[in-house]
């Protein structure tokens, strides 16, 4: 039979830079033919070749609910008969925005855009403006979109700023970025120490999803918090993975730490291209028309995006809805912890709430560095006999999964199997 993927692909790559319009999609990591996905149900796509997988991505997160769930289906319906696109205020997106707020009780403000990238962008110079400083601490192994000056990897020393990780972003764009090792704290000390009366902000993951699934130990959030605290420097939590992911108020919830900007995305559009960033009444008003610090977008706020978001935090916002989440993901990691031990690979894994991550080592690594030490060759044997087996994760050792409400015991239950069968084989 002729693969329509490879067909596609084929296509793709004529008029598509890589044939993806989003890199990891184009199995560089891991080798083969992407995917092309025709339907989606539930728990499950299909490919072109019309096979079934078990869906451990959800669109990078945003599909809680599973795919296709009726009450978002039908509130999509409903706002696309209303009309696509105004330019203009709704009252629905006053109802998405204190949806929001009730549920993070750090905001009281939120501006709506389109995408996590320019949340985190947008927020970033928020902090700059509302503190009149210009450098930035992020941390390696935490992605916060494309934006040029988070595009960085650390300088040759502490003292020394980031160098661009991508071409087309000029040195001295990121000169005013420092790159940390996460869950370092005597590095974080004495970053605040030579460069604490400059620092804007600090931009972290609090639960990393894009090193695959690392969490800050909860002595490291807190002393990000104090010394943001005692150098007068905002604390940015970036919670487009996390945010009513891993539970109802996010990895601010899960480890009782405060930030003074939140950025959010994927689970508050469910599925459609909607983002978010907030954070105090007094730094938001600094945002253009009330303040002198500019952002602005087209499709923010978008109505059938916002109708979304409104009904997929509806149904998340029900009672047990993450009690029985975090239960399901956590019977998936047990499980393939189980049937990695009964085979004798070295195997750890992690999950909060309904995001989780695993790794083929024995302990769970703490930083970006200690993850890039895992076999890539045994990853991709792992990933690619899944797939065959009807199971699809993420094409990159270094990206988080996802289980949706829709996954059933039996979805659960086959995975697992597969994983011992791949584990017995390899």
């Not at 945003?62 to 509130?75: D, K, N, S, T």
């Amino acid at each position: 039979m002729t693969d329509q993927n490879d067909l596609l692909f084929e296509r793709a790559r004529a008029v598509i830079p890589g044939g993806v319009n989003s890199p990891v999609r184009a199995f560089k990591a891991v080798g083969g033919t992407p995917r092309f996905i025709q339907r989606a149900q539930g728990a499950y796509f299909w490919d072109a070749n019309d096979k079934r997988y078990i869906d451990y991505i959800g669109s990078w997160g945003p599909m809680i609910l599973g795919h296709g769930h009726p009450a978002v289906v039908e509130a999509v319906q409903k706002a696309v008969l209303e009309g696509f696109s105004y330019g203009a205020p709704t009252e629905r997106e006053i109802e998405l925005a204190e949806a929001i707020l009730a549920l993070v009780p750090s905001m009281e403000m939120v501006r709506l855009v389109s995408s996590g990238t320019e949340a985190a962008m947008s927020a970033l110079r928020l902090a700059r403006g509302a503190t009149g400083r210009k450098t930035i601490v992020k941390f390696e192994g935490c992605y916060h979109g494309h934006a040029d000056a988070l595009l960085v990897k650390a300088g040759s020393g502490l003292a020394t700023f980031g160098n661009p990780t991508s071409a087309g972003v000029p040195p001295e764009v990121v000169q005013h970025t420092l790159v940390l090792e996460y869950n370092n704290l005597q590095q974080l000390e004495e970053a605040f120490a030579l460069h604490g009366k400059d620092i804007a902000c600090l931009m972290i993951e609090a639960i990393a999803g894009n090193m695959n699934f690392v969490r800050a130990t909860p002595a490291f959030a807190k002393r990000c918090r104090e010394l943001c605290t005692q150098h007068g420097a905002l604390l940015i939590f970036d919670e487009v993975m996390t945010g009513f992911r891993v539970g109802l108020h996010g990895a601010q919830g899960v480890l009782g730490i405060t930030p003074d900007l939140t950025v959010l995305g994927k689970v508050i559009g469910g599925g459609m291209p909607l983002a978010a960033f907030g954070g105090p009444r007094a730094i938001m008003e600094q945002l253009a028309p009330l303040g002198p610090v500019y952002q602005a977008g087209t499709l923010s706020g978008n109505p059938v995006a916002t109708a979304c978001g409104l009904a997929t935090l509806k149904e998340i916002s029900k009672p047990g809805f993450y009690e029985a989440l975090a239960k399901k993901t956590r019977t998936l990691v047990d499980g393939l912890k189980a049937a990695a031990a009964a085979e004798g690979q070295p195997f750890n894994a992690d999950s909060e709430g309904g995001m989780f991550g695993f790794f083929l080592m024995n302990e769970l690594p703490q930083n970006y560095a200690t993850v890039m030490t895992t076999d890539n060759a045994q990853f991709n044997a792992l990933f690619h006999g899944l797939l065959d087996r009807g199971v699809y994760i993420a094409p990159a050792l270094y990206e988080a999964g996802f289980v949706s409400a829709a996954h059933s015991e039996d979805d659960i239950a086959a995975t697992i199997a597969a994983a011992r069968d791949i584990f017995r084989k390899r």
